[in-house]
């Protein structure tokens, strides 16, 4: 499957139907957790699991055996996001060399919607109720994390802008998911 991609906007949308989210400035990677282990495609399709082991807490103890995540992988240069950090791992295919700049230069997967749950496939469903979903899975751990979700777009992307982030994106929140 590929990802749902953003449309440019001109404005950022207001009303309750929406939900605005950071644009990070990582790669984008589809987390499929099938019978418990995990593997990791980008925006391509390219199999990326060996780039980032740490990533392999996806799957585990306390997670579902079956699931498929959409998110961004993002390596963090004195606390933002660093797309030329994440350079260096994202071609790794040497998995010592990749476990080894694990621990030098970790990765975080920022989790922003649940495609599929135990079998069941959700992007006939709307956003809202996705979103619901993925975040009672509790995701959140040391290479893992679901980002939170603003109503007021003007604000976040004020903020965005203060602290040197990418933007904002905006999601209708009766959205069902459209690959590619």
């Not at 440019?8 to 282990?37: C, F, N, Y």
């Not at 790794?92 to 990749?98: E, I, L, Q, S």
């Not at 649940?114 to 509790?138: K, N």
């Not at 999601?171 to 459209?178: E, Q």
Request: aromatic letters at 4%.
């Amino acid at each position: 499957m590929r990802p749902m991609l953003a449309s440019q906007g001109t404005s950022i949308p207001r009303g309750p139907q929406w939900a605005h989210e950071i644009k990070w400035d990582g790669m984008r990677v589809l987390a499929d957790i099938a019978h418990g282990q995990p593997t990791l495609l980008s925006r391509n399709g390219n199999d990326v699991t060996v780039s980032f082991p740490e990533l392999s807490t996806l799957a585990g103890p306390g997670m579902p055996d079956d699931m498929l995540l959409d998110g961004e992988v993002l390596a963090l240069d004195g606390g933002s996001p660093s797309f030329s950090a994440l350079a260096e791992r994202m071609h790794v295919t040497d998995a010592r060399k990749a476990h080894g700049l694990a621990i030098a230069r970790p990765v975080t997967f920022m989790a922003f919607d649940l495609l599929r749950l135990e079998g069941v496939d959700l992007t006939s469903r709307p956003l809202a109720e996705r979103r619901a979903a993925l975040e009672r899975i509790g995701l959140d751990g040391p290479h893992c994390q679901v980002p939170p979700t603003y109503g007021d777009g003007d604000a976040l992307r004020s903020a965005t802008l203060e602290h040197g982030l990418e933007g904002v994106v905006s999601k209708r929140l009766s959205s069902r998911y459209s690959p590619g």
